[in-house]
């Protein structure tokens, strides 16, 4: 069975259950897997989590998570985010 790619990109993925993870995404119908992920353990935000499609900033805390694959069921949101940004 062939599944259709949805959406490729760098993103900021919300899960359920409060975890956060930014990376490199592949969104089909069943799973969005996140190549080179982090997890944003601490945003470091002032006016909430959209402050960091532009990068992290002095106060995110990241954690390197490798590759992640989450079910579509468990993810809350999609936030397109700049890599370059992220890459410094």
């Known amino acids: 069975m062939e599944t259709k790619n949805v959406m490729q990109g760098f993103a900021i993925i919300?899960?359920?259950?409060?975890?956060?993870?930014v990376?490199?995404?592949?969104i089909?119908?069943?799973f969005c897997v996140i190549?080179?992920?982090k997890n944003i353990r601490k945003w470091g935000t002032t006016k909430g989590l959209g402050e960091l499609?532009?990068?992290?900033?002095?106060g995110t805390v990241l954690d390197d998570f490798g590759t992640v694959r989450v079910p579509m069921?468990?993810?809350i949101s999609v936030i397109d985010a700049e890599a370059k940004k992220w890459s410094a």
């Open 14 to 21: 919300v899960c359920d259950r409060g975890y956060v993870y």
């Open 53 to 58: 499609k532009d990068g992290p900033l002095h």
């Open 28 to 30: 089909d119908e069943s």
């Open 73 to 75: 069921r468990a993810i």
């Open 23 to 26: 990376g490199d995404c592949t």
């Open 35 to 37: 190549k080179n992920a």
